[in-house]
Nanobody, 122 residues
């Protein structure tokens, strides 16, 4: 089993910044890809950014140039630095672990964190 713990959400004014963190723990040998998704009220969950163990990244067009995803593979942690925040960035942000190789050398897929609220408002 794998657990994901997120932190760093909160209330910020438009134009401000926040940094989200997500740490994976449990029966982990290696992680292929981790990332962030978000879900605003009344909307479907959408991709924000992902990063593979090799450093390849993928961003939603709406956050390119404002958000930066990074990873500390040794700590099984992924970060999301969010700058120039806008009211439309308000959502619950979820950490996702796409694919993990467990200590038992079994592949497991699609773990989610509990979500952290990000509110951008003046």
């Amino acid at each position: 089993q794998v657990q994901l713990v997120e932190s760093g959400g909160g209330l910020v004014q438009p134009g401000g910044s926040l940094r989200l963190s997500c740490t994976a723990s449990g029966s982990i040998f290696s992680i292929y890809a981790m990332g962030w998704y978000r879900q605003a009220p009344g909307k479907q969950r959408e991709l924000v950014a992902t990063m593979t163990v090799g450093g390849n990244t993928n961003y939603a067009d709406s956050v390119k140039g404002r958000f930066t995803i990074s990873r500390d593979n040794a700590k099984n942690t992924v970060y999301l630095q969010m700058n120039s925040l806008r009211p439309e960035d308000t959502a619950v942000y979820y950490c996702n672990l796409d694919r993990v190789l467990t200590i038992a050398r079994m592949w497991e897929y699609d773990y989610w964190g509990q979500g952290t609220q990000v509110t951008v408002s003046s």
